[in-house]
DNA sequence: TAGATTGTTAATCGATTAACAATC
DNA sequence: TAGATTGTTAATCGATTAACAATC
């Protein structure tokens, strides 16, 4: 009982809310604008009113991270701008794949959000003979079969999933094997993946009905 | 002080917290799920585990809208398919306009997901003479400008977003305007609209870089 | 009836907000 | 220095889980 109980992470690794974590990259993107508004220093009760958040929050969510202000000042914009961009880890290689070419694997591939943000999408990933070989917004779409040794031949680690649920599980478990680390999933399912990888949902079906059910509650 | 406070809602209109909301449409895809499978009946122990949360919570969750099981039997699988559909609104006409028929606005009008469970896609809309005329999964790509005489026709309460973040917030503006009630936003800004209008956000580039945090931190 | 499982209250846990001493 | 604003602790609020009496 004298012993500190075991962790799993390192003793100054801090674990952060999946609340305080689904907020960072808005402050990100709200410090992009002021930034490109030559906006120099910002006070927590500022960014606050211009977020729609309380000052305290934001003050708390920053503070997860490290002291990043100045009492009397507020944040430089620029410095804070950058540091989360080091909290989000864009100042890393982020390569992505796209497994499934269809509709919504090309708008991804379109969208120059991603690329602006420092992602780099390598390669596209297709059943259908008739999309295998096309170039979207400078990227090939392969043969779903050179998988393995594109994945292999290449640093990627996340994987975007945009193919129909039928597939999704079957597809999600090879590129686990093959070493991908992250999935990105547009499949209206539930992976069933090891602990150690990551999933981030995007649930479309999900997000339209939360709609559909605050418009018809709002009726009654 | 003998009067109870002013409410908003109607007297038996529960306020349900947005968190509750968010795991509905969760547990009406369980519920389709079992109900292809021709289970009868099932208990919150059960589908607690399928789902990977606690049975309390579902239970809880589902109290807020009425007792919809049996003790000892459990819930019949149909039947609670059939309430949660209403619940959600699913059961009413959901008519959808789609703003920006781009990539993403023509995978979203591609997605059988939405059809499947009674959004109706009735109209694509663009700026580009190129897209304008096209018949995108039956749905006909309309001139921007014809956007008002559209809805005025029309049972549209529901537009999904789908152009520039720098238009996004205009033609917002715009839309409501025309009647719009409820906006499914997929541009990267925050929409500022009046209160009873309901807005519905697919920041895809805050995804992504929640994921890209995870990847990050968890090698440090 | 006995066993199973709900509906619901109470307890716990986590996240947000308020407050203020520290400090630039 | 005086004023402003952070970093951080304490208080509050809300959401989740546990427990169990009600009841099929």
């Known amino acids: 009982?004298?012993?500190?109980?075991?962790?799993?992470?390192?003793?100054n690794e801090k674990v952060i809310s999946p609340a305080v974590i689904k907020r960072l990259p808005r402050y990100y993107r709200y410090l992009g604008d002021l930034l490109r508004n030559d906006v120099v220093r910002i006070s927590s009760r500022e960014l606050s009113q211009k977020m729609n958040v309380t000052?305290?929050?934001?003050?708390?969510?920053?503070?997860?991270?490290?002291?990043?202000?100045q009492q009397g000042y507020g944040y430089n914009v620029e410095y804070l701008y950058n540091e989360m961009a080091k909290i989000l880890g864009l100042n890393k290689v982020n390569n992505i794949i796209i497994v499934g070419a269809g509709n919504l694997g090309q708008a991804l591939?379109?969208?120059?959000?991603?690329?602006?943000?420092?992602?780099?999408?390598?390669?596209l990933f297709d059943v259908n003979p008739k999309l295998i070989g096309m170039i979207v917004n400078g990227v090939e779409v392969y043969d779903i079969d050179m998988l393995g040794?594109?994945?292999?031949?290449?640093?990627?680690?996340?994987?975007?999933?945009?193919?129909?649920?039928?597939k999704a599980s079957k597809v999600?478990?090879?590129?686990?094997?093959?070493?991908v680390?992250?999935?990105?999933?547009?499949?209206?399912?539930?992976?069933?993946l090891p602990d150690d990888v990551i999933i981030e949902n995007v649930h479309l079906s999900e997000s339209i009905m939360t709609l559909s059910y605050r418009?018809?509650?709002?009726?009654?």
Chains 1, 2 share one sequence.
């Open 1 to 11: 009982m004298a012993d500190l109980k075991a962790n799993d992470k390192s003793v």
């Open 55 to 69: 000052a305290s929050q934001i003050r708390q969510d920053l503070n997860n991270f490290g002291g990043f202000g």
């Open 172 to 179: 999600a478990g090879e590129l686990v094997e093959m070493g």
């Open 149 to 166: 040794e594109f994945i292999a031949g290449h640093d990627v680690r996340i994987a975007a999933l945009t193919l129909p649920g039928s």
């Open 215 to 220: 418009i018809h509650s709002k009726e009654i």
């Open 181 to 192: 680390k992250a999935i990105w999933n547009f499949a209206p399912v539930d992976l069933r």
């Open 109 to 123: 591939a379109n969208n120059s959000d991603f690329v602006h943000n420092g992602f780099n999408i390598i390669g």
